[in-house]
C-alpha cells in the first residue's frame, strides 16, 4: 500500500489549501481514512477522518474550517483547509485502514502512512 499526499505549501493567514491523498495497491472496500499533523514540539494530532460510507469526523481544532472529503473511485481523500492561522503550520499526514475503528482519530489504529506535506501559514 502507498499512499501520497501532495498540496502543501505557504499561504498567509486567512488564506485556504487543499491536500491531496492518493492511495494505491489497497484493495479494501470498507475502509477510513484520515488526516494528523505534527506541529514543531508537537506529537501527532488527528484532525479530521473520513470513512468509506463518507461519515466524518473533525478535532475540535479545526472544526468549521477544514474539510475533509472522500473520492472512492480514486482511493483519494481531499482536507480543504479555510481561514488558516500560523497555528496551523504542521507537517500533514494522510493515513488509511481498513474496516472501522472506534476512534478515527487516533493514529494508533491506522495502519498505512503516507511521508507527509508541510503547510506553512505566515505573513
Known amino acids: 500500500v502507498y499512499i501520497v499526499e501532495s498540496g502543501g505549501g505557504s499561504v498567509q493567514p486567512g488564506g485556504s489549501l487543499r491536500l491531496s491523498c492518493k492511495m494505491s495497491?489497497?484493495?479494501?472496500?470498507?475502509?477510513?481514512m484520515g488526516w494528523f499533523r505534527q506541529r514543531p514540539g508537537n506529537g501527532r494530532e488527528g484532525i479530521a477522518a473520513?470513512?468509506?460510507?463518507?461519515?466524518?469526523y473533525y478535532s475540535a481544532s479545526v472544526k468549521g474550517r477544514f474539510t475533509i472529503s472522500l473520492d472512492k473511485v480514486e482511493k483519494s481523500s481531499y482536507l480543504q483547509m479555510d481561514n488558516l492561522s500560523p497555528e496551523d503550520t504542521a507537517l500533514y499526514f494522510c493515513?488509511?485502514?481498513?474496516?472501522?475503528?472506534?476512534?478515527?482519530?487516533?493514529?494508533?489504529?491506522?495502519?498505512?502512512w503516507g511521508q507527509g506535506t508541510q503547510v506553512t501559514v505566515s505573513s
Open positions: 495497491g489497497f484493495g479494501y472496500g470498507r475502509y477510513y
Open positions: 493515513a488509511a485502514s481498513p474496516e472501522s475503528t472506534r476512534d478515527y482519530l487516533k493514529q494508533n489504529f491506522y495502519a498505512f
Open positions: 473520513i470513512t468509506s460510507d463518507q461519515t466524518t
